[in-house]
C-alpha cells in the first residue's frame, strides 16, 4: 500500500470530455509533483507545488490544468486531450526541498484517450 | 538533460551481483535511487548527498563521485523482488529531480 492515493486507477476518455485526477496524502508534506509516464519510458516532471503554490511547470500543453486546493490534495484537470497524451500519470509528494528528501509516488492513474 | 542508465537490462540468476550507472553531463546536487515494478509505483531506494558518499539499504548500496558527476547503484546477492525498472534522478535545482533512462533487471530462479 501506498501512502500516496491517486483517483481513479483508470480513466478513458475522449478528446472533448473533461474529466479530473486526483490525488492525495496524509504525510504533511508540503511539495506535491506530477509526473506522466509512457510505457518502458522513465516518469517526466509536468508540474511541482510548493506550500500549496505552482512552483515548477515543465511547459506543459494548456489542456492540462494543476490545482492544489490545500496541503493534501493535488488536483490535474483534464480538457480536449490528443491521443499522444495517453500514459501513466504519476503524483508524488514530498518535504520541500527535495535534494534530501524521498519523493512518495502514488500508483498512478492510467489514461487513454480514444 | 536526462541522466544515461548503463546497462539498458541486466538478467540475473538468484544470488548474482549487479552494478547499475548513471552518468550526467551536468554537475549535480544529489541522486536519487527508485524502483519500479510493472504496473507499480516507483519505490524510494536511497538518496546520495555529497561526493563519495556510499549510502546501503540491506544488501544494495550506492556511491556518488560528485567529480565525474556519476553514481553507481551495486545490488549484491540478488533475490527474486529485485526484479524490476531501476531509474536514477538527479537534481540540479531545488524539488526538480530528473529521471534517468532506467536500467531493467530480471532475476530468475
Known amino acids: 500500500d501506498t501512502e500516496v492515493t491517486q483517483t481513479p486507477k483508470h480513466l478513458v476518455m475522449g478528446m472533448t470530455n473533461k474529466k479530473s485526477l486526483k490525488c492525495e496524502q496524509h504525510m504533511g508534506h508540503r511539495a506535491m509533483y506530477w509526473y506522466k509516464q509512457k510505457a518502458k519510458k522513465p516518469p517526466e516532471l509536468m508540474f511541482v507545488y510548493s506550500y500549496e503554490k505552482l512552483s515548477i511547470n515543465e511547459s506543459v500543453p494548456s489542456r492540462f490544468s494543476p490545482e492544489c486546493p490545500n496541503s493534501s490534495l493535488l488536483n490535474l484537470h483534464l480538457h480536449a486531450l490528443q491521443p499522444e497524451d495517453s500514459a501513466l500519470y504519476l503524483c508524488?509528494?514530498?518535504?520541500?526541498?527535495?535534494?534530501?528528501?524521498?519523493?512518495?509516488f502514488g500508483d498512478g492513474t492510467r489514461l487513454s484517450i480514444l | 538533460q536526462q541522466p544515461v542508465q548503463s546497462p539498458q537490462a541486466v538478467i540475473l540468476r538468484e544470488g548474482e551481483d549487479a552494478v547499475i550507472n548513471c552518468s550526467s553531463s551536468?554537475?549535480?546536487?544529489?541522486v536519487h535511487w527508485y524502483r519500479q515494478k510493472h504496473g507499480e509505483a516507483p519505490v524510494f531506494l536511497m538518496i546520495?548527498?555529497?561526493?563519495?558518499e556510499q549510502k546501503g539499504h540491506e544488501k544494495i548500496s550506492a556511491s556518488f563521485n560528485e567529480k565525474k558527476q556519476q553514481s553507481s547503484l551495486y545490488l549484491t546477492a540478488s533475490q527474486l523482488s529485485y526484479s524490476g525498472t531501476y531509474f536514477c534522478?538527479?537534481?540540479?535545482?531545488?524539488?526538480?529531480?530528473?529521471f534517468g533512462t532506467g536500467t531493467r533487471l530480471q532475476v530468475f530462479p
Open positions: 508524488a509528494s514530498s518535504q520541500v526541498g527535495s535534494s534530501n528528501q524521498p519523493q512518495h
Open positions: 534522478g538527479t537534481e540540479r535545482d531545488t524539488d526538480k529531480l530528473i
Open positions: 546520495l548527498l555529497k561526493g563519495g
Open positions: 551536468k554537475a549535480l546536487y544529489s
